[in-house]
């Protein structure tokens, strides 16, 4: 992960600036820089991932223009080739290849770009700036006005406290230019709906898939994998280890008594030949995490504070006992192929309409969660799942196919890995178990129990209604909101709403996001 800002007006006080962005220094702890562009600053804190000398440094500069950047681009070394002709780059560094596609295709640049990236750019020529982030939003970018009324990006909402009013994310999918936000790529839009057969589906999905993995390998850093027993992560190891020469280091977290997945992880880990470490942590260990946890996070929501609390605290073991810089996780992989309350979507086109949803708020849950519980342990965040071509792929699927027609959630994911030695049979076709379930029913007992001591019925109901916006409904999340206040006052509307499941669905009108308070979760918490 690296960290950027912007200031984007030439009234910038450099003081302001710095106390701002250092707020980020942990994504970013290997070097950092601030320049002056004479129309404004740009700032960027560097995890050198990709061509390690100080000549990968940012931020770049090319006749006048400049640019910082946080992301991997992938396959970069076919656009630097077809520029060969024209630009001479002095880094290994994919980022470089930016201003070069800027100065021939402008903006329209955006739409060649496989990538996971936030970038702003500062056109020398026309003294504007230009920002834009991946169709995704696996790269964090947020903006806001100062008081004179100049724009303001950064990596994290905390960069933009105090220095502007209201903050927002970067919507994915846009970049920025002339005072506007303008859409280039609107990944979960599907144009046509894709007709393939049931097994050619599976195909593609397991292509896609490993192609996705295989190009998240490649890192001058080291690399490591988050395992948790589940499908997806499953999967991302089991794929990783068959493509490494050597055996992949992998990481799983769990309660002291009641950890669901760490036997699950074990499994995998001893199917697949990788060197396992696993991380043990206490009711103590979750309830003195729980304020940094917001604090980092930047939200209030119950679902992604509870499942990033094991992920932080693993991350936290990772950063302070290895080398690893490079951590890949399985989240999209419900957005796409369902979650356990989508078995109750009352058709399929309901399902397709709520896939989309999922997708385009992405950026404000489970890939907030990843993000920022990876980056501020100075790691980075590859999420395969999220390959853009496999994504474009499995939202064009006949939603009918992806529906739970089989009495197995996300079965074509599961077909399509079903030959080949990938998983032990019990871990492929294994019920899902929410994440921050799976490691302990009693993490999210304890956390309830803690709210629930922390309120009088009577302070409740009064302190509930103090929030207009994304009221809170339980002790649990008037906790967090209040503690997501201290830190980002006012600033709510960063997060549209909880993550629930659709209450508009029957057998989905439930008070807790958890997929254990559903009929349907029978074996999914064994």
């Known amino acids: 992960m690296c960290s950027i800002m912007g200031y984007c007006g030439s009234s910038a006080a450099m003081e302001t600036f710095q106390k701002g962005f250092q707020r980020t220094i942990s994504r970013g702890p290997d070097d950092s820089r601030i320049v002056d562009t004479g129309k404004g600053i740009l700032g960027f804190h560097r995890l050198a991932i990709m061509g390690l000398t100080p000549s990968g440094m940012q931020p770049f500069a090319l006749n006048g223009n400049y640019v910082v ?26 980022c470089e290849i930016l201003l070069p596609l800027y100065e021939e295709y402008g903006t329209d640049m955006f739409r060649m770009l496989d990538a996971e990236f936030a970038c702003i750019i500062y056109d020398g020529k026309t003294q504007e700036y230009i920002a834009a982030r991946d169709p995704i939003g696996i790269r964090p970018l947020y903006y806001g006005y100062d008081p004179e009324g100049v724009i303001v990006f950064a990596s994290e909402a905390k960069n933009l406290v105090g220095l502007c009013g209201r903050i927002m994310p970067f919507p994915p999918g846009h970049y920025y230019k002339d005072g506007a936000f303008i859409c280039y790529c609107d990944i979960a839009k599907v144009d046509t709906v894709c007709q393939d057969d049931l097994e050619t589906v599976c195909r593609k999905i397991r292509e896609k898939l490993t192609a996705g993995i295989e190009k998240r390998l490649v890192a001058d850093a080291k690399v490591g994998f988050l395992l948790s027993g589940g499908l997806d992560s499953s999967l991302v190891c089991s794929v990783a280890a068959k493509k490494s020469r050597e055996a992949i280091r992998t990481f799983a977290i769990g309660m002291s008594e009641d950890a669901i997945d760490l036997k699950y992880a074990k499994q995998v880990a001893d199917y697949i030949g990788s060197d396992h470490t696993e991380v043990i942590i206490t009711k103590e260990d979750v309830l003195d995490a729980l304020r940094s946890v917001i604090e980092l996070l930047g939200t209030f929501d119950i679902t992604t504070i509870r499942a990033s609390i094991g992920m932080y605290l693993v991350c936290k073991a990772i950063h302070e006992r290895t080398d690893i810089r490079v951590i890949l996780t399985g989240e999209i992989s419900d957005e796409l192929f369902g979650y356990k309350y989508t078995d109750f979507a009352p058709s399929a086109e309901e399902f397709q309409k709520e896939s989309e949803k999922r997708i385009r708020e992405l950026h404000m849950y489970d890939v907030l969660r990843a993000d920022r519980c990876i980056s ?50 019990e871990i492929l076709w294994r019920e899902k178990a929410a994440f921050s379930d799976a490691v302990g029913h009693s993490m999210v007992d304890y956390l309830k129990e803690y709210a629930d001591s922390y309120y009088t019925e009577e302070e409740y109901e009064t302190k509930r209604r103090n929030y207009s916006h994304a009221r809170p409904f339980t002790k649990e999340s008037l906790l967090y909101r209040e503690i997501f206040e201290e830190y980002y006052p006012g600033l709510s509307e960063m997060i549209v709403d909880f993550w629930m499941p659709n209450k508009e669905w029957e057998g989905c009108n439930v008070d807790d996001p958890s997929a254990r308070v559903l009929s349907n979760y029978g074996a999914s918490g064994k």
């Open 69 to 94: 950047c946080n992301g991997e681009i992938y396959g970069f070394e076919k656009l630097r080739q077809s520029l060969l002709h024209k630009y001479t780059f002095k880094s290994d560094s994919d």
């Open 376 to 425: 501020v342990n100075s790691l980075e965040a590859r999420v395969p799942f999220g390959d853009l071509d496999f994504v474009r792929y499995v939202m064009s699927v006949d939603p009918g196919k992806k529906m739970n027609v089989y009495q197995k959630g996300k079965y074509l994911l599961r077909h399509a890995f079903e030959d080949g030695d990938y998983l032990p049979e």
